[in-house]
């Protein structure tokens, strides 16, 4: 059974009436990728490059993270290898980074927002990840984007690193999808960006009005929330118009009950935690797409979370 398993975890996923879904894995270390391999992950669809910039003094330079970033993509092989660019703000401390207290750090310099104040550090950044692998292999991505003035910045940076390097290739640059702005713009979004990837701890946070961090309001933020899953449906009509790939890096591709309505939202790719990809791909084979919108329908006319989770769960069990 567990060899069957395996054998499976490692084939591509396709709902019964056959839409490739990609499954792809989060990392955040190097010792991570090959279980991620083994688990069945197609490639890896979030590195959560902070790992390299949280408890030192100093900011890792350029060959050091290319070091990391070329560990992360050899070990990978030929699979897609999707670097977000750094998401740290006031909540992380950083000697190197002296940032102003902020009385609401998940609202204040964060993201995005911090890579194009600190320009330097992004240049590096940028440089690090374009000469760490093939083209081919490696994307870009950007968190906490809330609308097109911030990619198009970006991009400028992106395009000047590239020609620096002598690289005439196009590289991948997308966005994450983690304030409603950006989910309300996703078409607008996808008229430029390569791929929009919904990240909805933040997303959730942002549209329920209630810190992820605080216990007290933590327990009752559901990513899947009606409201939550509307915004997700804005980005797969956004992505469709505009011939994008859509998809979910956030914790809600790894929960076993929303795979399926994720799917007829509209997202073709799904990076979880590298357990929860076994699990995934057989929810994934078990269901049809066409099913798999009706389904979301309902989700979306949910009138909570509650109600949407006892939905999914007549399908899945
Ligand atoms: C998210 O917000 O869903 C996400 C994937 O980013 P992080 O959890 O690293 O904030
Ligand atoms: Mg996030």
Not at 161 to 166: D, V
């Amino acid at each position: 059974r567990r060899a069957r398993d395996l054998a499976a975890a490692g084939a591509p996923a396709e709902t019964a009436d056959g839409t490739r879904i990609k499954v792809f894995a989060n990392l955040g270390a190097v010792a991570e990728v090959a279980g991620a391999v083994a688990a069945g992950a197609e490639g890896c669809g979030l590195l959560r490059t902070e790992f390299l910039f949280l408890k030192r003094a100093t900011a890792p330079d350029e060959a050091e993270q290319r070091d990391i970033y070329r560990r992360i993509a050899t070990a990978l092989g030929d699979r897609p290898l999707i670097v977000r660019t750094l998401d740290i703000g006031g909540d992380k401390p950083v000697p190197y980074l002296p940032m102003p207290a902020e009385e609401n750090p998940a609202l204040g310099v964060r993201g995005v927002r911090l890579s194009l104040a600190r320009p330097d550090l992004m240049r590096t950044q940028l440089r690090a990840i374009l000469s760490a692998m093939p083209t081919a292999q490696c994307h870009i991505m950007l968190p906490m984007v809330v609308d097109l003035a911030e990619l198009r910045a970006v991009r400028v940076l992106l395009d000047e690193a590239r020609a620096a390097l002598g690289i005439a290739a196009p590289v991948p640059l997308g966005v994450m999808i983690e304030t409603p702005a950006a989910a309300m713009l996703a078409d607008q979004l996808a008229s430029e960006a390569d791929f929009l990837s919904v990240g909805t701890n933040d997303l959730t946070q942002y549209a329920l009005a209630s810190d992820r961090g605080n216990a007290g309001v933590s327990a009752k933020l559901d990513a899947l929330h009606p409201a939550v899953l509307r915004l997700i449906r804005e980005v797969g009509r956004g992505a469709k118009a505009h011939g994008r790939w859509a998809g979910v890096c956030g914790g809600l591709a790894s929960d076993p009950l929303a795979g399926p309505i994720l799917i007829g939202l509209g997202m073709t790719e799904l990076s979880a935690t590298p357990a929860a990809i076994p699990a995934l791909k057989a929810a994934i084979r078990g269901v049809a797409a066409a099913d798999c919108v009706a389904l979301a329908d309902r989700a979306c006319a949910a009138a909570s979370a509650d109600e949407v989770r006892a939905i999914a769960s007549e399908v899945t069990s």
